[in-house]
């Protein structure tokens, strides 16, 4: 009916588009906005700028409806009770820091459109005491609106799930009144969420800030622990999947987040790391996270560990040699090549004068952008067929289900480089591949 809560979402990148489809999907009526023209267009007709599973399928029942559109013409914001804040805050060239340019430049043509009592929420990754400026600058504006800060933890892949149901919700809010009129809003909103007892923490600005950046520290930390593990593995002849299992058997360590390999990419964890660093060090409190910095050295350094692999395997010398490289995305189920240790490896390896020809289920057109000086090719059999080596970067289900014995007949050289320890090495060594795992024996 007329009484529900009319939203709008400012920037339509991945986070932006997903929000703003699953705010729909979940009956709110949802405007979108982004001042790329050309994805407002694809978003008006249903189409999912990239690649993301379910999302085309909610994005074309919402626009259908009439629950969900986009603009990109900012008065039509007017209106909206609700405006989330998803536009990127990528690394800044050359240096650690974020770089707040959108953030800002979103907040400031907001302004104009907005009324008394409406909310503000950011979505953004930033660094702690955003919010409370922005927070600032829109009291001073007159405008009467309020900000809420309301971090996001979807993960590729899994992305509309996340936003539906949650882990967690996170509410930064204002203090007194103010903080309670927020505070009730976004109830209203994520009702669906609440109702099925998802956990949710109420805070101020700079912990809601916190919350996220420290959470995708956490997850870069663990990835670097085991791949530190595997690298002391590999002097020792010990084995970091088993090593993982075993501690990962104890409660308090878990599993998850223990996989050894080419190690951390993508649009979050890498930038966040390190924009991490550079406002911990403008806060007087460097030291306090310097250990990520040792995070994204052990990080690179296990990319280059798969190029000399490779090099090692082919008796020091890749140039001219065919290379099979399967995956690209920097992770399975994604087109996303950002900061991907899959691309980079491939890069390397084509640096070093090798014919690599790489293959992706979903990621060529974007690698091909970036990268044209590279061979792709759309079958696992294409590459495969005359290499001197094969490396898998990226755990896609068709590269982990690969049938070792009929790709032994395509190559030239049966041997295999597992960068993300996914294939079955008993199975592939039984069908005659010389088989070389990460921090694997
Ligand atoms: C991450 C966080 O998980 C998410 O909560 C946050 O909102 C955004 O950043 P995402 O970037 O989608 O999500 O990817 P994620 O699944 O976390 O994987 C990140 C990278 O770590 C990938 O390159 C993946 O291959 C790598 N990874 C993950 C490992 O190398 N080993 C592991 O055990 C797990």
New binding site residues.
């Given amino acids: 009916g007329d009484d529900r809560v009319k939203i709008s979402v400012i920037g339509c990148g991945y986070l932006g588009a997903v929000h703003a489809a699953s705010m729909a999907e979940l009956g709110h009526d949802v405007i979108g906005f982004d001042v790329d023209e050309a994805k407002i267009r694809s978003l008006s007709a249903g189409e999912a700028p990239f690649f993301e599973p379910g999302l085309p399928e909610i994005l074309k029942s919402a626009t259908a409806s009439g629950r969900l559109r986009f603009t990109s013409d900012v008065t039509e914001l007017k209106g909206a009770k609700v405006h989330f804040l998803a536009v990127g805050t990528p690394q800044k060239a050359g240096e650690y820091a974020a770089d707040l340019t959108y953030v800002d430049l979103a907040v400031e043509s907001l302004i104009p459109q907005l009324s008394e009592g409406d909310l503000l929420v950011g979505k953004s990754t930033v660094p702690v005491g955003t919010a409370a400026r922005l927070a600032a600058r829109i009291d001073a504006s007159g405008s009467g609106a309020l900000l809420a800060w309301n971090p ?6 899994f992305a509309v799930k996340d936003t539906i149901s949650p882990d967690r919700l996170v509410y930064g809010i204002p203090e007194g009144e103010r903080g309670l009129v927020a505070k009730a809003l976004l109830d209203e909103i994520y009702a669906t969420a609440l109702s099925n007892d998802t956990p949710l923490v109420v805070t101020d600005y700079a912990t809601a800030e916190l919350v996220k950046v420290s ?2 520290a956490f ?1 870069a930390t663990k ?1 670097s622990f ?1 791949n530190a593990m595997a690298e002391i593995a590999e002097v020792t002849g010990a084995d970091v999947t088993q090593l993982a299992d075993a501690i990962g058997f104890d409660a308090r360590i878990g599993r ?4 050894a ?9 890498p930038k966040d790391i390190r924009a991490f660093s550079a406002r911990a060090e403008e806060l007087g409190r460097g030291e306090s996270v310097a250990f990520l910095k040792e995070v994204d050295a052990i990080n690179l350094r296990r990319r280059q560990r798969a190029v000399d692999l490779v090099v090692e395997s082919l008796g020091g010398q890749v140039y001219q040699k065919k290379i099979a490289v399967l995956g690209l995305a ?2 399975p189920d994604s087109d996303d090549i950002r900061d991907s ?1 899959a691309l980079d490896v491939a890069v390397q390896l084509h640096g070093l004068g090798a014919e690599v020809v790489a293959t992706d289920p979903e990621a060529i057109a974007n690698s091909a952008r970036k990268h044209p000086q590279l061979s792709f090719t759309e079958t696992v059999e294409d590459a495969l067929h005359g290499a001197e080596a094969v490396v898998v970067v990226t755990e896609w289900k068709e590269f982990r289900e690969l049938d070792p014995v009929a790709a032994k007949a395509l190559v030239a050289n049966a041997i295999v480089i597992d960068g993300r320890n996914c294939l079955d090495a008993e199975a592939w060594r039984a069908a005659g591949w010389t088989y070389r795992g990460m921090g694997r024996p």
């Fill in positions: 996001e933890f979807l993960r590729e892949g959470a995708n997850l990835i085991i998850r987040f223990l996989n390999g080419v190690g951390f990419g993508g649009g979050c964890l920097f992770k240790p």
